[in-house]
Nanobody
Framework: QVQLVESGGGLVQPGGSLRLSCAAS????????MGWYRQAPGKQRELVAS???????NYADSVKGRFTISRDNAKNTVYLQMNSLKPEDTAVYYC?????????WGQGTQVTVSS
């Protein structure tokens, strides 16, 4: 079992930045893949970024060059640094953990990009 708690969401103007945090209830060192997904109103949940235990990263085309995923194993935390935010980034952002054979989700944190 892995409990995930997201934080750091909020309201930001276009072009601004936010850093999301995902705190896990146990060590993430051995979790193969940690990731961030988002779901906007009326749309399906989509992968934003992921990072493996070997720190290989993957990003959705829409956020490449703007978002950075990272992990701090000592703090059992995964981060998503979001820069140059656009209105279309508005969504609920969910942390995801994929230890082998399992899949866990956080409760989500709202990100709203609006002037």
């Amino acid at each position: 079992q892995v409990q995930l708690v997201e934080s750091g969401g909020g309201l930001v103007q276009p072009g601004g930045s936010l850093r999301l945090s995902c705190a896990a209830s146990r060590s993430i060192f051995t979790i193969n893949t940690m990731g961030w997904y988002r779901q906007a109103p009326g749309k399906q949940r989509e992968l934003v970024a992921s990072i493996t235990s070997s720190e290989s990263t993957n990003y959705a085309d829409s956020v490449k060059g703007r978002f950075t995923i990272s992990r701090d194993n000592a703090k059992n935390t995964v981060y998503l640094q979001m820069n140059s935010l656009k209105p279309e980034d508005t969504a609920v952002y969910y942390c995801n953990a994929r230890p082998s054979g399992r899949n866990y989700w956080g409760q989500g944190t709202q990100v709203t990009v609006s002037s």
